[in-house]
């Protein structure tokens, strides 16, 4: 089971990181982070940088297609290499995902049109805009096609993909093996939760400030 986690520059770690801690995890799985030219591609704090050992022109046929976010994902909303690669690699491939704001690039390829899915909470109107059928949850399914909402959200949709491809009982193997149960410190974690005060603040310094 080949698949490919694209990552650019200025990705978010986690939303990379995140699903291939899932995913990579599944029986017969080979995890690849490609790029457009394979080196180290920098996360979005710049403090990080993961390794592209393929480039997209090596991994035409993923089994597996899954698109991070980030504020890197701004440089490729328009048709170009990546889009190329997603509409091909789509074509035949099992199941295309995304998380936080990586929805918008494979909404900008053309690959969501009508479909359910979901974003960054932040990113909602854009991905309507751009022919989704948004879906305000954590995370969402049509078809082939798996998304998720902010960074966190994409752990979320990996165990359930996981769940999906190879049953429930691995996908919860997967999970305690991760001890992945959390409780968070704080009721802060959606902006239906989080003090008005708080969603505020987020919004000012937000890359989407201005932007709807």
Same mark, same amino acid.
């Given at each position: 089971m080949e698949i490919a986690i694209l990552i650019y520059d200025r990705f978010t770690a986690l939303d990379a990181v995140g699903p291939y801690e899932v995913l990579s995890r599944l029986p017969g799985a080979k995890v690849t982070f490609v790029a457009e030219s394979a080196d180290l591609q920098r996360t979005d704090t710049r403090q990080l940088a993961l390794l592209a050992e393929a480039t997209l022109e090596e991994m035409p046929a993923p089994d597996i297609v899954l698109v991070p976010g980030g504020p890197g994902q701004d440089a490729l909303m328009g048709d170009g290499p990546v889009h190329e690669w997603l509409r091909a690699?789509?074509?035949?491939?099992?199941?295309? &995902?995304?998380?936080?704001?990586?929805?918008?690039?494979?909404?900008?390829?053309?690959?969501?049109?009508?479909?359910?899915?979901?974003?960054?909470?932040?990113a909602l109107e854009q991905l309507g805009e751009l022919g989704a059928d948004v879906v305000p949850e954590r995370f969402v399914f049509d078809g082939k096609y798996a998304t998720a909402a902010?960074?966190?959200? /994409?752990?979320?949709?990996?165990?359930?993909?996981?769940?999906?491809?190879? /049953?429930?009982?691995?996908?919860?193997?997967?999970?305690?093996?991760? *001890?992945?149960?959390?409780?968070?410190?704080?009721?802060?974690?959606?902006?239906?939760?989080?003090?008005?005060?708080?969603? *505020?603040?987020?919004?000012?310094?937000?890359?989407? &400030?201005g932007a709807t």
């Amino acid at each position: 089971m080949e698949i490919a986690i694209l990552i650019y520059d200025r990705f978010t770690a986690l939303d990379a990181v995140g699903p291939y801690e899932v995913l990579s995890r599944l029986p017969g799985a080979k995890v690849t982070f490609v790029a457009e030219s394979a080196d180290l591609q920098r996360t979005d704090t710049r403090q990080l940088a993961l390794l592209a050992e393929a480039t997209l022109e090596e991994m035409p046929a993923p089994d597996i297609v899954l698109v991070p976010g980030g504020p890197g994902q701004d440089a490729l909303m328009g048709d170009g290499p990546v889009h190329e690669w997603l509409r091909a690699a789509d074509a035949t491939s099992t199941w295309t &995902a995304a998380v936080c704001t990586g929805s918008l690039i494979i909404a900008a390829a053309g690959l969501l049109a009508g479909k359910r899915a979901t974003s960054n909470w932040q990113a909602l109107e854009q991905l309507g805009e751009l022919g989704a059928d948004v879906v305000p949850e954590r995370f969402v399914f049509d078809g082939k096609y798996a998304t998720a909402a902010g960074v966190t959200a /994409g752990l979320d949709m990996a165990l359930a993909l996981a769940g999906r491809i190879a /049953g429930e009982q691995v996908a919860q193997a997967i999970q305690l093996g991760l *001890e992945y149960d959390p409780e968070p410190p704080f009721n802060a974690g959606s902006p239906e939760k989080a003090p008005a005060e708080i969603v *505020e603040a987020v919004r000012a310094y937000s890359r989407f &400030a201005g932007a709807t």
